[in-house]
């Protein structure tokens, strides 16, 4: 969304929309090790593309076996390092002043293969008031211990200093000039900075042909310091936590599992047993965005609180080929998370206001599957997945007091899919599914009011659809990637909600059946490519969504797109060793 202050917003199947910053409701990976807090609140500022080997996405009822906030997965996976030893420097440029340098090596030395990847974004913005720089690096070793043991260490980091924020824009602005910035941006000099530092760690065993080990463990700090443009009249209010917020969080976990393969009732089966735990340490701080009459600078102190989120969790699951051509697999987790506010900001005006609550869930899940031939699979399955708020919507109550909003409720959802998967040729396979959730006790916003948004529960929703697609070689050098999703995402229990700002109490009522916003009924992209990795390559993307609503009440949207994108590169052969790959591409 070309803002890289609030860093990126992803949606599956409907889940994650209506996040205001970063990724919520879908739970994300790096190498096995969690990039999102026990919260349920993520990022992927720190996923490093030059070192990566694959990304996986997992839609559907299968998800909710990662735990809270898992309404899809994404996991990537670094690129192993390769016999022979390669090293990769690239340079790109493009419009806005936006230029990426990177730098690559991956290679083995005794018993260590290694891959270490560094990166520099830098970027003008495509708005005023929206430049960034960005540092990404990223490390992974693996050590083969020997005896069928393996220890594989990841390292990461991400570094992005003063991130202007051109703040969102009214339609009336859009439609005037869509690169501007709103006033109070310069005014507030509105910015962020972040800054993460993560290490992990993963030991596989293997005992026998049937029995394994895995263990997995990480440490991480993250601090951001964020400057809103939050006006000062606002914060003479006792209450009011200051325009600038400031936390810093320490977060880590382990995980054991033990997986067990054997044969029962003459099919082979697979068992896994395994907890997990993780913790978020969070210092909030908050300042007053301004000194005397100077504006957008730290100012005095307003909140000072910890923010600890535990969750320790325990799950099974069983994958049983019990005919040759039916498989089930079984899935039970529990979690618990519990979040305890510690307040150190305490004035006769703004009482201790500490507190604690806890969540609970038992989320199952089944499925079966049914081979009717070696190129067709067909498939049902049953999920149970819940969510807690994250910080974000419990930092404040609806009443306006101080203190956190323990009284909100986890959403819960019931989630069905049926699909297919035919493969076509031996290089072509086309996928459908039909897919439902149903969640009750969906996140809403109750009230906003000076820059401040509380959150409420909302009754029932139902996101419901289909996909298609189709991914693989036409003939030899071409190579297609299609998709279609076609969804429904409504409100199927009316509520009240706020119209506009400042909004203390809501008064205006959303009916059963309105669309969520941020959700398009309609989406797909396609890619057509030509080439096999030296010489001339050519591809072509196309891309449409339509419209979604913006407000719950349905009263506006914002328009569908179509957009193609071209992309043409040559690779140079320079010896037997090094290359030279050129590259241009489009972007409409």
């Not at 009011?240 to 003459?266: E, F, K, M």
């Not at 067709?376 to 419990?394: D, I, M």
């Not at 072509?540 to 193609?564: E, H, I, K, P, Q």
Request: proline share 4%; hydrophobic share 35%; with cysteine.
């Amino acid at each position: 969304r070309q803002n890289y202050a609030q860093d990126e917003q992803i949606s599956i199947r409907g889940f994650g929309s209506r996040t205001t910053f970063g990724v919520r409701s879908i739970r994300v990976y790096m190498d096995g090790i969690p990039a999102t807090l026990p919260d349920g609140q993520g990022q992927v500022s720190a996923f490093n593309l030059d070192s990566a080997d694959r990304i996986e996405v997992l839609r559907g009822p299968f998800s909710v076996l990662y735990g809270n906030a898992a309404g899809g997965v994404i996991q990537l996976y670094t690129a192993d390092g390769t016999p022979t030893p390669q090293t990769t420097l690239g340079v790109y440029g493009g419009s806005y002043d936006s230029f990426r340098f990177m730098a690559d090596t991956r290679g083995t030395a005794g018993p260590v293969d290694y891959n270490v990847a560094a990166s520099e974004f830098l970027s003008g913005g495509y708005r005023a008031h929206s430049r960034v720089r960005r540092e990404s690096d990223n490390a992974k070793f693996g050590i083969d211990l020997g005896q069928q043991r393996k220890l594989t260490v990841v390292l990461n980091r991400i570094n992005q200093p003063d991130t202007q924020d051109p703040l969102g824009l009214t339609r009336a602005q859009m439609e005037q000039d869509p690169r501007q910035a709103t006033a109070v941006a310069a005014l507030y000099n509105t910015r962020k900075s972040a800054e993460q530092n993560q290490v992990g760690v993963i030991y596989d065993q293997t005992i026998s042909a049937s029995d394994q080990w895995r263990a997995m463990a990480y440490y991480g700090y993250r601090t951001i310091t964020q400057y809103l443009s939050i006006p000062t009249f606002v914060q003479k209010n006792p209450l009011q936590s200051g325009g600038v917020i400031s936390p810093a969080t320490n977060y880590g976990g382990a995980d054991l599992r033990w997986t067990h393969r054997g044969q029962l009732g003459g099919g082979a089966y697979e068992a896994v047993l395994g907890a997990s735990g993780d913790y978020q340490i969070q210092r909030r701080t908050g300042y007053e965005n301004f000194v005397g009459s100077t504006l957008g600078v730290k100012g005095a102190l307003r909140r000072n609180e910890h923010d600890n989120v535990n969750n320790v969790a325990e799950y099974a699951q069983f994958y049983w080929h019990f005919v040759p051509q039916w498989a089930l697999l079984l899935g039970l987790r529990h979690d618990t998370v519990r979040f305890t506010e510690h307040d150190f900001y305490i004035t006769p005006s703004n009482p201790d206001d500490s507190g604690h609550v806890s969540y609970s869930a038992t989320t199952p899940v089944v499925g079966l599957q049914y081979r009717a031939s070696d190129k067709l699979r067909v498939y049902a399955s049953y999920g149970r997945g819940f969510e807690t708020p994250t910080y974000n919507e419990l930092g404040y109550r609806t009443d306006g007091q101080a203190g956190l909003a323990f009284d909100l409720r986890p959403a819960r959802s019931n989630n069905y899919e049926l699909g297919a998967k035919w493969q076509a040729t031996r290089a072509l396979e086309f996928d459908a599914a039909l897919f439902r959730a149903d969640t009750r006790n969906e996140l809403a916003v109750a009230t906003n009011t000076n820059g401040r948004a509380t959150y409420r529960n909302a009754g029932h929703t139902r996101r419901e659809g289909v996909e298609l697609s189709a991914v693989g070689e036409l003939a030899p050098d071409w190579r297609l990637s299609v998709g279609y999703t076609h969804l429904r995402a409504r409100f199927e229990d009316g509520y009240l909600a706020c119209t506009g700002s400042p909004c203390t109490v809501p008064t205006t009522p959303v009916a059963a059946g309105s669309r969520i916003p941020g959700v398009p009924q309609d989406y797909g992209s396609l890619r057509l490519e030509h080439g096999n990795g030296t010489g001339w390559r050519e591809g072509v993307t196309l891309s449409g969504v339509g419209s979604v609503m913006v407000n719950d009440f349905n009263t506006d949207r914002a328009a569908g797109y179509a957009l193609v994108d071209l992309d043409a590169g040559y690779t140079f052969a320079l010896g037997e060793t090094t290359r030279l790959d050129l590259s241009v591409r489009i972007s409409n």
